[in-house]
């Protein structure tokens, strides 16, 4: 008999309750039952406004011709609620399924554990591990598959989906900072390394008026605490004085020095020594309130004022200075690293890469091997590249001659010898019928990403090029975090009923209470105690408690 759905009492994007799973069905064994009906397999795929055609298209082509069957497509909705409902229906009404989902990461972990622990997805422990079965899969070199092995694991203990795997150093620390190198030339000083000598440089800033305007308009440190990738200039400063992943990934919590304990770095003395900082930088009048009100327009509209008004920012994306090769503000900006605490601290915001989760069996198929061999096809080294880049020799190329022609900030600092691939057509950017728009499961290592140049606006690299920092990111920011971070945490049913509250409600207070201290709202020293009993009688010990059970289990 199937278990009782619970998806609905965490709030998980859909409000439909699971009543059942009827006819949840077990696994199909392979052979040739599997193989002896149609030979065609059916796609349950998310799309993207982007393809213009899924039938006639050269990555549906590409993968029939490989695999030696057609694919027929049962199209999800775009849209991540949409498919969370549309997929809800399917397990509650076992009609009319497909034979594999493929979600573009649109279920969450709590999902996915509930229907495959209910039979609706296939468990996947014992095939992955079959080098026969999934020959590709089983190639990805041990250390990268022991980790996609452990994002791909459920709290439960088994595997129901298989992941994108494609790491990019740039994206793992987006809290990248600048600071405007032609007011420091114009007032004589070196950029700082500390943040002792920040403060220096934004009084500086504030009193000597380097835009030259004959206004005290300068704006010393600058912002966008609601940003999603990098802008949260905030959460860069509290990384001088310990390390907290700016609550995006676990809510914020962190690891101990013993890598062991989970802990909560925004009730640490040292979090409440970063909050004097910048309480001290706001009534000093160069850390800007804006920085807790301003949306993302705004926020790219100052960073872009004539005459330029910003002297400090952080910022993930190079596009929040439009034509920033041409953007004059921006050649006024330096890409400094982190900045080193009074106590030594010199981390950036940083999480470890986590994997979309995005093709589940469903456990109703009766072409199971077609399946897997359709699931397998997508570790493949170029049907990886395919994927992501469209046709080789149209949309990219690795010839070895075009190759030696390109380099990239990768190569240019060292980091690696030569490129490995060179992308020369702009079908990511385009409404295309070349790929699926890299929807599916993909391995790409992190030396992949990084030896490839994009040649598609007919540019080849130039060393003098200050937004090409891709190499500079990776020196001065990668490895500037604990040594052991806390992973994406995946919970049980039961945990997660338990905290559903503080997961969201905690993190939201803690940035509210971090703009109230930082502005003065609440005093550091005398409000902090109130603080910590908030915290605690919002239910932090036992978020912390289920997170610890949950990083064990890891």
Not at 113 to 124: A, D, P, R, T, V
Not at 357 to 366: A, G, K, P, R, V
Not at 446 to 474: C, H, I, R, V
């Amino acid at each position: 008999m199937c278990k009782v759905s619970k998806i609905a009492a965490f709030g998980l994007a859909s409000v439909l309750v699971l009543t059942s799973l009827a006819s949840c069905g077990g696994s199909k064994e392979s052979g040739a039952s599997s193989q002896s009906g149609e030979k065609k397999l059916r796609v349950g795929l998310t799309t993207s406004s982007m393809v213009t055609d899924y039938e006639d298209n050269y990555f549906t082509n590409y993968l029939e011709e490989k695999l030696g069957f057609e694919l027929e497509f049962y199209m999800l909705p775009a849209d991540a609620a949409e498919t969370r409902t549309k997929v809800a229906l399917m397990a509650t009404s076992n009609e009319d399924l497909p034979d594999v989902l493929v979600v573009d990461g649109h279920l969450t972990n709590e999902m996915i554990l509930e229907y495959g622990s209910n039979g609706f997805f296939m468990e996947l422990d014992d095939i992955t591990k079959d080098a026969a079965r999934m020959p590709n899969y089983n190639a990805i070199p041990a250390e990268d598959r022991k980790l996609m092995d452990k994002a791909q694991t459920m709290a439960d203990g088994h595997m129901y989906s298989l992941s994108a795997w494609e790491p990019e150093t740039w994206n793992l620390t987006p809290n990248r900072m600048f600071i405007n190198k032609a007011w420091l030339d114009k007032l004589g000083l070196q950029p700082p390394k500390t943040t002792d000598e920040l403060k220096k440089v934004l009084i500086a800033m504030r009193d000597g008026d380097p835009n030259g305007n004959g206004i005290k308009d300068e704006i010393g440190v600058y912002g966008f605490s609601g940003g999603g990738y990098g802008e949260n200039t905030t959460a860069a400063l509290m990384n001088s004085f310990v390390f907290w992943n700016g609550g995006g990934v676990n809510g914020g919590l962190a690891l101990d020095k013993d890598g062991k304990t989970v802990i909560a770095p925004f009730v640490s003395e040292e979090w409440r020594d970063g909050l004097r900082y910048m309480n001290d930088l706001y009534k000093e009048g160069v850390l800007s309130a804006n920085i807790f009100t301003d949306d993302y327009q705004t926020f790219k509209a100052l960073l872009n004022q004539d005459p330029q008004v910003v002297g400090v920012t952080t910022a993930g994306s190079l596009s929040n200075w439009p034509d920033v090769i041409n953007n004059a503000n921006y050649a006024e900006m330096l890409f400094i690293e982190p900045l080193k605490g009074p106590k030594g601290v010199q981390y950036t915001p940083y999480a470890e890469f986590t994997p979309t989760q995005e093709l589940m069996i469903l456990s109703s198929t009766d072409k199971l091997d077609m399946a897997v061999k359709f699931a397998d096809q997508f570790f493949d080294h170029d049907t990886s590249i395919i994927e992501r880049y469209g046709q080789e020799g149209v949309d990219w190329t690795r010839e070895p001659s075009v190759l030696a022609e390109h380099s990239n900030a990768y190569i240019a600092e060292g980091l690696y010898d030569k490129l490995s691939l060179v992308i020369t057509s702009t079908v990511w950017a385009d409404n295309q019928k070349q790929t699926w728009r890299n929807h599916g499961p993909r391995y790409a290592g992190l030396e992949m990403g990084n030896t490839t140049y994009d040649f598609s606006a007919g540019k080849k690299f130039d060393p003098e090029d200050t937004s090409q920092l891709f190499g500079k990111n990776y020196k001065m920011y990668y490895d500037k975090h604990p040594q052991k971070v806390l992973p994406a945490l995946k919970y049980t049913m039961d945990e997660a009923e338990q905290i559903q509250d503080q997961l969201t409600t905690i993190p939201d207070f803690v940035k509210q209470s971090l703009a109230e201290f930082v502005t003065g709202m609440r005093d550091v020293d005398k409000d902090w105690d109130s603080y910590l009993k908030m915290l605690d009688d919002m239910g932090l010990k036992q978020w912390i408690k289920n997170a610890q059970t949950a990083y064990d289990r890891n």
